[in-house]
């Protein structure tokens, strides 16, 4: 016999009343949707985060240290984030006054507030989340491929600013107008999974984290990226090249008002910069057009190869700007996640007082995506993966 999910109406607002579905028993996952909301305890309670314990175990040290069980104050991190709540006294409170949620996420008693602060900002920090990031990135892309899904044939890469006024190592931006961070999103276009991240301050240039974003993804994770789709402060020459040389990915960004053809950026040019260097080791009189580019790269004398890619990307704008830009619009899919997710969760009010936590927490912001993904896929679905809005 197949049981139904228990389901109860609640008030979700002051001015809505829905019916909530809870889970029937252990086996059954209901997935949230609009339609179908669920409360965030029951699917955080379904997820199999075995997998971490080694990781967390690496970031304990010491036996004696396990007052809780890592998964379990793990899983109420991610609680804390998928919940929306803005501090973590949130959750503290959540606990005492919800009867059955400390048994749900698996509590044999209640933690204070003091130990679940300390293994968010000590135990776990940035270091910690990037590895829980990189474990279960690497779980969500082997199940993805079991189902065939397609992941990170095409990326996609903005950042977004937080204002964090107060904090000594926030730094101001006249273009946004504001004293903050930056955190920089690199995701899936199929899937909006999220692949990669960094911090910075918001005076950091973007560009500077183009290239080790995307060699993560290739190196650790073994995505291979076939175009990228970027806007202007990550499209410089000396990205489009690296992009193309180092990585074979074609980029798709944003083309200024202003750009020009520049001259001098041919196969001419590039012959005439390699022969400069006759003097230098490993030069050969008979080279090929690819030894040539790798010879320059080695030597740091790449201004033709990122003229070439500036111009090569310019051309294919100019021969049909309506095709382009058809393209180029897929960017905007990753400032809808960055307006969604600060609308949806708390994140945008983060409190932070420096970089090194403000990372942490977008760290385990990303975590608890990855996990959401993971029981979903886990559970046979394959759509709407990072979809939040029937978490309640």
């Not at 004696?64 to 069980?69: E, G, L």
Request: aromatic share 12%.
């Amino acid at each position: 016999m197949v049981s139904t999910p228990r389901k109860s109406i609640v008030e979700v607002s002051d001015k809505c009343f829905c019916e909530v579905y809870y889970g029937a028993d252990d086996q059954q996952f209901v997935n949230p949707t609009v339609e179908q909301p669920v409360r965030v305890e029951e699917i955080v309670k379904r997820m199999d985060l075995e997998l971490l314990r080694p990781t967390l175990n690496e970031l304990y040290g010491e036996d004696w240290r396990f007052h809780f069980d890592p998964v379990t104050i793990l899983k109420t991190m991610i609680y804390w984030r998928l919940k929306g709540h803005r501090f973590l006294t949130d959750v503290f409170n959540d606990l005492l006054t919800e009867p059955t949620l400390a048994n749900i996420l698996g509590f044999d008693s209640i933690p204070s507030y003091q130990q679940l602060y300390h293994f968010m900002t000590y135990r776990i920090n940035s270091k910690g989340t990037k590895k829980i990031f990189d474990v279960l990135l690497q779980k969500v892309i082997y199940e993805c491929e079991k189902k065939d899904i397609p992941i990170g044939k095409e990326i996609v890469i903005d950042s977004s600013p937080f204002e964090k006024k107060n904090n000594e190592d926030a730094t101001y931006n006249t273009h946004y107008g504001v004293t903050g961070y930056k955190w920089h999103n690199l995701r899936c276009v199929n899937t909006d999974i999220p692949l990669e991240y960094a911090v910075s301050t918001l005076t950091d240039y973007d560009g500077d984290f183009f290239a080790p974003l995307v060699y993560r993804i290739k190196m650790i994770h073994d995505i291979h990226p076939i175009r990228v789709f970027a806007d202007g402060h990550y499209s410089d020459g000396k990205n489009l090249m690296r992009m193309r040389e180092y990585f074979g990915i074609e980029s798709i960004c944003h083309i200024d008002k202003n750009a020009v053809i520049v001259p001098d950026a041919d196969l001419k040019e590039l012959k005439r910069q390699y022969q400069k260097l006759w003097e230098s080791e490993l030069f050969k009189i008979d080279a090929d057009v690819e030894y040539m580019k790798w010879f320059l790269i080695m030597h740091d004398k790449t201004e033709v190869l990122e003229n070439f890619y500036h111009n090569q990307m310019l051309n294919m704008y100019l021969k049909d700007p309506e095709e382009y830009q058809k393209k180029y619009v897929i960017r905007e899919s990753i400032e809808h996640c960055h307006g969604r997710e600060k609308r949806l969760t708390e994140i945008k009010n983060i409190q932070a007082n420096n970089i090194e936590k403000f990372t942490a927490h977008i760290g385990m912001h990303i975590v608890s995506i990855l996990a959401l993904v993971l029981v979903r896929l886990q559970n046979g679905i394959t759509d709407g993966l990072t979809f939040r809005g029937g978490l309640i």
